[in-house]
């Protein structure tokens, strides 16, 4: 079983359109997160949701818009993209507060914008 | 803010040798702290984690220790194999690792030679 999942793992778009890609965990986790790795391999909070609440929101464009349909769920929709939101993203989720402490990470997503 | 700095790749080694990746950080208060590895063309897996001064977290033969003195998180294997070649990132968190997010270091690519 999988447990935290990530569709679609490439994703090839022209510049301007809009895309979505869609993470899912099976762990009974609280709080899911998005990070932006650049070709440098720099890992970034992007953003963090609890209980379908946005936590924080690192100065990211706001092209990028994460949605919580679910406790299980976090999509991640991007507008109008553009050539810097190459990246590779990872979605990941963790536990309560106070409990064990890791996040678990998905595979990742490699968006390549042309 | 807070962050994380760990010595830049790559690193290469032979197999059998001894291994010390450096990582020190920067934080008000004390945050729980993580090594996390990446094999190629895959997501983050979490190493090893300590959540509190002089604590040492192990995992696989990899082990640190949480240096509350001087800020450091350095990870050490006594004899890498050639299976260990990888990206690790060196994280802190507060919050029990909840909806605060990682910060990450930069990443050390380990390259180990037969």
């Known amino acids: 079983d999988t447990a935290v999942s990530q569709t679609p793992k490439y994703l090839v778009t022209q510049m301007g359109n809009d895309k979505s890609i869609k993470c899912e965990q099976n762990?009974?986790?609280?709080?899911m997160y998005w990070y932006k790795q650049d070709s440098k391999k720099f890992l970034k909070i992007m953003f963090s949701?609890?209980?379908?609440?946005?936590?924080i929101n690192e100065t990211v464009p706001n092209r990028f818009s994460p949605k919580s349909p679910d406790k299980a769920h976090l999509n991640l929709h991007i507008n109008s993209l553009e050539l810097g939101d190459s990246a590779v993203y990872f979605c990941?989720?963790?536990?309560?507060?106070?409990?064990?402490?890791?996040?678990?990470f998905g595979p990742g997503t490699r968006l390549t914008v042309t | 803010g807070d962050s994380v700095t760990q010595m830049e790749g790559p690193v290469t080694l032979s197999e059998e040798a001894f291994l010390t990746i450096n990582c020190t950080y920067t934080?008000?208060?004390?945050?729980?702290l993580f090594w996390y590895v990446q094999y190629p063309g895959e997501g983050l897996q979490l190493l090893l984690k300590?959540?509190?001064?002089?604590d040492k977290g192990s995992n696989k033969g990899f082990e640190a220790t949480y240096r509350k003195e001087t800020t450091s998180f350095h990870l050490e294997k006594g004899s890498v194999q050639v299976s260990d070649s990888a990206v690790y990132f060196c994280?802190?968190?507060?919050?029990?690792?909840?909806?605060?997010?990682?910060?990450f270091g930069k990443g050390t690519h380990l390259i180990i030679q037969p």
């Open positions: 990941a989720s963790s536990p309560p507060p106070g409990h064990a402490v890791e996040q678990y």
């Open positions: 762990l009974g986790h609280d709080t």
């Open positions: 949701y609890n209980n379908k609440e946005l936590i």
């Open positions: 934080a008000t208060g004390y945050p729980s």
């Open positions: 300590a959540t509190k001064a002089d």
């Open positions: 994280a802190l968190s507060f919050s029990g690792g909840g909806a605060d997010g990682l910060t």
